[in-house]
T-cell receptor
């Protein structure tokens, strides 16, 4: 089955700086890679996603890159704000099920 | 985006009782729903895939007799935790695919189960 690894597990950044989270996946059949933001006790919220036929996607301060050959994808958050503090999960979808990374706790220091 | 409703949001029960959690897709039909379990500060672990009109597919290590899943309609899946024990205390969350939204997965609001 799919194995998704996510790094780092925790990330502390100064407000205004950038945050980068990296994930790798093992199953070449995975073709959809969403990123979720989860606040304590809440449901995961989809923040951005990318499909395997695209190398990069950007939505305002958030961008995702995908290297299908190397089987890794990354989330980039620029100009971080305190409200960006949360747990972020990457995931890989093989059209059957979604496998999650272990999560990254992001803390934005004011 | 699509809306997935999950109830109840919080359950506190005595050991040995059974608890039913409902997951509904409100504005789309979901042939497949997924049930996840999440322990504090951990990731979402897939428990089972619920298919409308057929038996659920359980992940390795998940007891199907312990976690009963029923997906009787295209908009409703239920998870019943039978004879709950304190170790079953966890955050349970469902999700459903909206094929009309490019196969994206939308999550319910989750159920915090506490077994005393």
């Amino acid at each position: 089955g799919e194995n998704v690894e996510q790094h780092p597990s925790t990330l502390s950044v100064q407000e205004g700086d950038s945050a980068v989270i990296k994930c790798t996946y093992s199953d070449s059949a995975s073709n959809y890679f969403p990123w979720y933001k989860q606040e304590l006790g809440k449901r995961p919220q989809l923040i951005i996603d990318i499909r395997s036929n695209v190398g990069e996607k950007k939505d305002q301060r958030i961008a995702v890159t995908l290297n299908k050959t190397a089987k890794h994808f990354s989330l980039h958050i620029t100009e971080t704000q305190p409200e960006d503090s949360a747990v972020y999960f990457c995931a890989a979808d093989d059209d059957y099920k979604l496998s999650f990374g272990a999560g990254t706790t992001v803390t934005v220091r004011a | 985006g699509a809306v997935v409703s999950q109830h109840p949001s919080r359950v506190i029960c005595k050991s040995g009782t059974s608890v039913k959690i409902e997951c509904r897709s409100l504005d789309f039909q979901a042939t497949t729903m997924f049930w996840y379990r999440q322990f504090p500060k951990q990731s979402l672990m897939l428990m089972a895939t619920s298919n409308e009109g057929s038996k659920a597919t359980y992940e390795q290590g998940v007891e199907k007799d312990k976690f009963l899943i029923n997906h009787a309609s295209l908009t409703l899946s239920t998870l019943t935790v039978t004879s709950a024990h304190p170790e079953d205390s966890s955050f349970y969350i469902c999700s459903a695919r909206d094929r009309g939204a490019g196969e994206k997965l939308f999550f319910g609001s989750g159920t915090q189960l506490s077994v005393l």
